[in-house]
T-cell receptor
Framework: KAGVTQTPRYLIKTRGQQVTLSCSPI?????VSWYQQTPGQGLQFLFE???????NKGNFPGRFSGRQFSNSRSEMNVSTLELGDSALYLC?????????FGQGTRLTVV | AQKITQTQPGMFVQEKEAVTLDCTYD???????LFWYKQPSSGEMIFLIY??????QNATEGRYSLNFQKARKSANLVISASQLGDSAMYFC??????????????FGQGTRLTINP
């Protein structure tokens, strides 16, 4: 059974640009959640989607958005990138109690 | 508000010894779940073990066990017979509520575990 797949693995963008990250959950999982990991702030919850609906949202500015498709794949978008958005972005998928993460997308903003 | 505290920034352990990583949590919700993850330098978060607040028995998964003390609000991870490959960051996390598939996790700051040969 394939795990959670995140693409791309690495990304370098310039300040002011926008970026889209993708997450394909484990087959059959309907919940996808996103997290940002930085050395200073640790792991912080961004948002969660379930059956194409945003169910929870963390305390991030509106530049951070996401969506989920009917096949449960999810994308997150960050517009007007800032240097502080440089981070490891992790997504997790869940069917019941447990949550399984992908390998993450490491975003560097220059 | 829910909170997770990991008081050990770093730990050094001899190979084959058992190790306990501490985690305390704070929540007012009677329904919650507790997780432990391992994060090697590659960045992937590897699921280790899960404990629900209503589970009567401590969770175990191979060499990993979770020492769940509800009254003390602690959920320590015990790794038996440590191996060199156990060297990594370890995160404790909590989810409030038991909505099926709901995953809004709050993480601790992590413990960097180093296994010495």
């Amino acid at each position: 059974k394939a795990g959670v797949t995140q693409t791309p693995r690495y990304l370098i963008k310039t300040r002011g640009q926008q970026v889209t990250l993708s997450c394909s959950p484990i087959s059959g999982h309907r919940s996808v959640s996103w997290y940002q990991q930085t050395p200073g702030q640790g792991l912080q919850f961004l948002f969660e989607y379930f059956s194409e609906t945003q169910r929870n949202k963390g305390n991030f500015p509106g530049r951070f958005s996401g969506r989920q498709f009917s096949n449960s794949r999810s994308e997150m978008n960050v517009s007007t990138l800032e240097l502080g958005d440089s981070a490891l972005y992790l997504c997790a998928s869940s069917l019941a109690s447990e949550a399984f993460f992908g390998q993450g997308t490491r975003l560097t903003v220059v | 508000a829910q909170k997770i505290t990991q008081t050990q920034p770093g730990m050094f352990v001899q190979e084959k010894e058992a190790v306990t990583l501490d985690c305390t949590y704070d929540t007012s919700d009677p329904s919650y779940g507790l997780f432990w993850y391992k994060q090697p330098s590659s960045g992937e978060m590897i699921f280790l073990i899960y404990q629900g607040s209503y589970d009567q028995q401590n969770a175990t998964e191979g060499r990993y066990s979770l020492n769940f003390q509800k009254a003390r609000k602690s959920a320590n991870l015990v790794i038996s017979a440590s191996q060199l490959g156990d060297s990594a960051m370890y995160f404790c996390a909590m989810r409030e509520g038991v909505i099926q598939g709901a995953q809004k996790l709050v993480f601790g700051q992590g413990t960097r575990l180093t296994i010495n040969p």
